[in-house]
């Protein structure tokens, strides 16, 4: 038999010796998870509930007895003075007056839409008002009510909020669910969880059973999991007629969702909101003391400029404020909105936002304004980070007596998270500098000002070259709004655009779904283990169906990767990559970590590229940290040296110099201990899937060999690869799709001058003007040929096709013979095995 056929019966044999056949496999994964200790539990399947043993008389008692206690507890809260303090803020919201309708609705209809301005009320009270209402009813609280947030901060903010509303500790009535942590006891009836989590409950649970009331929050967003699980659910509910699904928008797009749901009701919460004051970038100018002439105007300088100082305006100032103005100009520096401009304007650079002006602005407010918090719009974790250490540093911004300046994005820990809903001492001027999180999902009460720099880094995909990329974009006109709207919540408010009108007016209505515009690869394996039949019919029948071209290129991806044979079926490796709620990439390198008895390093490997860079590069001390990271790297391979580093912070991590160590070496602390748990977490994954048996020895015999490292990480990033073409002095990069490519400046491979190596396998890439690699590891012609692409049940033919394709594009010489003995080789390792 091939060696492809020899892999594969090898494959099959190890996985049947645990399971039988396949069919077993599957119904094992099922009966697991049906016992509460499935590999899904962990990833935060709600455990389904024990089954009384009693007869029905006697749970039927319990319920009521239950039911009489939640009542009486409820009203007992209600009744207490914290509690009358607490339903005096609640019925103030705009939801509450829509209470009776909202419930109406909801018991006449299967789906309804609900819509209404940030912070009227929707994701705390709508929720709390079908349990309350249930918790009042004849027959008890049967209900289970989940509520899907897009984030886990807004998952546990709100559970958090609801929890304290009824005056309750969480877990109790109300809990959270979030990937690898949650609070949630045997009297749950409300949970909010993320949306993935829903989704990896319906992989076990098709039904929902015993689930009453869906909640999706924030559709608006459109983000990818939001659109899959409409799809699903709209299935389910023929299946499921007493089940409730109730959709909340932030925005007014409510029809788009209706019509989907054959034409569900709508029910629109009216909201108040102040005048607030807006300003866009000429005007703030203007407020500086400068007046801005109209490019076509002027013809001394700045020629390619729209706007440019008058030259009237007075000196002093000028110094003053010059570089905050300049700075303002930079960011303004277009005359039009064609695609050029956009596309010059894609290399970004934090500067151009403007921090000096950002900076004026803070400081005039601080200084002359009324009270109030100001909320800025920043595009990235990056740029408010680097705002944030610049303001720090400022003699009044920077004055903690006077000043609360706080950051908001989406991986914050929890502790930091309270602080910004916190109000602060008197006299003190609260300051957050956020993400687009704090657009829709995240409501700080007191922000009076707004700043708003017009962009927000979104995730898009370049279906024609199979390309993501990450690039700061401009909002849509509706984000722009909303962001407007933050600062009139409490009182009349200002808001400050950051751009000029013109660029405002260029804005899109809408922002683009997210299953339009990224990869769909992890999506299409989830609609096979759902078994939800052929992908591009499944996805035909979404809100907005993605290209044809992206859904074929994400089935391609998993048939060259193994995942999906021929005929579109999961693979014995596609079966095992759907139990791991990671990128199919990872959780191949997972697999045969496990297989080949490296798996520490590995499960390194996979958990550093899960969380954020540990490797931090602070702008001004670049070169001491790219230094830093260079003593890591010894192998030409980023996975590597972060393997290296991750050894060494464990090793200090026992002598409790942890920190220490990550000051040092210029490695976050929090991307440590966040890659420490997530190692636990996927070694437990990996234990119920049944590829290692808890013996830790053995699974991690060969962890340190470094070449067999590289096979696996090559297993896992084929076909992410690229070839090494070097010169005199150094070398360049290119591969097949894209022609010459760059790596990223942090990469240890590009601080080389030469590579002993054929090839980089990278674990991304991503087009900002050129197309940058990030994350690569050197690995040798053999290494490709047996480990890049699918060594279980793959396409053997095309593999190879598609391999000797590369080598001749490469010109590389016919290694046949190489191939050969490599082949004898491996399947002695393999039959040894
Ligand atoms: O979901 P929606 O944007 O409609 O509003 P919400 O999140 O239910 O918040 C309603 C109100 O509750 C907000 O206006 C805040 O005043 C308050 N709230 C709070 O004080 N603390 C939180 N963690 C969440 C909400
Ligand atoms: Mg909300």
């Known amino acids: 038999p091939s060696l492809q056929r020899r892999v594969d019966c090898y494959l099959e044999d190890h996985l049947s010796q645990k399971f039988g056949s396949m069919e077993s496999i599957r119904d094992n994964a099922f009966s697991r998870s049906n016992s509460s200790c499935s590999i899904a539990t962990d990833e935060g399947l709600f455990e389904q509930p024990e089954p009384l043993p009693q007869s029905k008389a006697v749970m039927g008692k319990i319920i009521w007895r239950r039911s009489m206690q939640m009542r009486s507890q409820q009203q007992a809260w209600q009744e207490s003075r914290e509690g009358r303090k607490m339903m005096k803020f609640r019925q103030s919201l705009p939801a509450y007056k829509e209470k009776d309708a909202l419930l109406m609705a909801i018991s006449q209809n299967q789906v309804v839409i609900v819509s209404g301005e940030t912070g009227c009320g929707k994701t705390t009270q709508i929720p709390q008002f079908i349990l309350e209402s249930e918790i009042e009813s004849v027959h008890g609280p049967l209900c289970s009510i989940i509520c899907t947030q897009p984030r886990r901060i807004s998952a546990m903010s709100v559970s958090e909020r609801v929890a304290a509303e009824r005056g309750e500790k969480l877990g109790e009535t109300v809990g959270y669910k979030v990937r690898l942590e949650g609070m949630k006891g045997k009297d749950t009836h409300l949970l909010f969880c993320t949306t993935g989590i829903l989704l990896r409950r319906l992989l076990v649970d098709r039904n929902l059973k015993g689930v009453t009331h869906v909640i999706v929050d924030e559709i608006h967003e459109r983000g990818m999991n939001e659109d899959f699980l409409l799809i699903v659910l709209k299935d389910l509910l023929p299946r499921r007629p007493e089940l409730r699904l109730i959709l909340m928008s932030a925005t007014l797009d409510a029809e788009l969702f209706s019509s989907y749901f054959g034409g569900a009701p709508m029910v629109h919460i009216p909201g108040f909101t102040y005048p607030v004051r807006t300003h866009f970038l000429e005007n703030i100018l203007e407020m500086t003391g400068y007046q801005l002439t109209p490019y076509n105007q002027i013809d001394d300088y700045g020629q390619d400029k729209m706007w440019k100082m008058n030259k009237q305006a007075p000196r002093k100032r000028k110094s003053q404020i010059a570089s905050a103005v300049e700075d303002a100009l930079r960011a303004a520096d277009f005359k039009d909105f064609s ?37 800025v719009f920043m595009t990235g974790w990056d740029d408010i980070s680097s705002l944030k250490d610049k303001l720090q540093a400022h003699p009044i911004l920077g004055d903690t007596s006077r000043v609360l300046l706080l950051a908001c994005h989406g991986s914050m820990a929890s502790a930091e998270q309270r602080l910004i809903f916190d109000e602060p001492e008197d006299g003190v001027r609260k300051i957050v500098l956020a993400t687009n999180i704090a657009e829709t999902s995240i409501t700080i009460n007191d922000v009076v000002f707004v700043i708003d720099c017009g962009k927000a880094k979104e995730t898009s995909y370049d279906a024609l070259n199979n390309t993501p990329c990450l690039l700061p974009s401009w909002i849509s006109k509706v984000s722009a709004k909303q962001r407007r709207g933050r600062a009139g919540r409490v009182q009349p408010g200002e808001c400050f655009h950051l751009y000029p009108r013109c660029v405002y007016d260029a804005f899109a209505d809408y922002q683009l779904p997210e299953i339009l515009r990224t990869p ?39 048939k060259i990767i193994g995942a999906l044979d021929e005929n579109e079926n999961l693979t014995v490796l596609g079966h095992y990559l759907t139990k791991l709620p990671m990128e199919p990439k990872l959780g191949k390198m997972l697999i045969l970590g496990a297989i080949l008895n490296c798996l520490d390093s590995v499960l390194t490997v996979v958990a550093g590229l899960s969380v954020r860079d540990p490797f931090l590069t602070p702008l001004d001390k670049k070169d001491l940290a790219d230094l830093a990271k260079a003593q890591f790297s010894r192998d030409y391979s980023d996975h590597l040296a972060l393997v290296r580093a991750y050894e060494g912070w464990k090793d200090a991590e026992r002598d409790l110099a942890g920190y220490e160590y990550c000051w040092k070496n210029f490695l976050s602390a929090q991307s440590m201990k966040a890659i420490d748990a997530l190692r636990r977490e996927f070694y437990s994954l990996l234990k119920d899937t049944g590829l290692v048996d808890g013996n830790t020895t053995t699974c991690n015999s060969w962890s340190y060999d470094e070449h067999l490292l590289r096979a696996v990480i090559c297993y896992g990033l084929y076909p992410g690869i690229c070839s090494i073409v070097h010169n005199e002095k150094s070398f360049s990069l290119k591969t097949m799709e894209d022609g010459q490519v760059l790596l990223y400046s942090n990469s240890v491979n590009a601080r080389e001058s030469k590579i002993p190596y054929p090839w980089l396998v990278f674990n991304e890439k991503i087009k900002v003007n050129s197309v940058f690699l990030r994350d690569s590891t050197a690995v040798s012609d053999s290494v490709l040929l047996l480990f890049g692409g699918a060594i279980s049940r793959g396409d053997t033919d095309g593999h190879l096709k598609m391999l000797g394709g590369y080598l001749e594009f490469f010109m590389k010489p016919a290694i046949a013979e190489m191939y050969q003995s490599l082949r004898r080789e491996f399947e002695e390792l393999i039959h040894n095995k």
Do not use: H, M
């Not at 939800?532 to 992206?550: H, N, T, W």
């Open 339 to 375: 695609p050029q401009t956009q596309e010059s304007l894609s290399c970004w650079n934090p500067d151009c936002i403007g921090f000096n002006l950002i900076e004026y602005l803070l400081c005039n407010i601080c200084e002359k304004e009324r009270p109030g918090a100001i909320l």
């Open 520 to 558: 769909l690869q992890s999506l299409c394996l989830q609609i096979k283990s759902l078994k939800l039949g052929s992908i591009s019919e499944f996805l035909s029948r979404a809100l907005q169906s993605p290209e044809l071209l992206a859904v074929q290129n994400a089935i391609e991806y998993l």
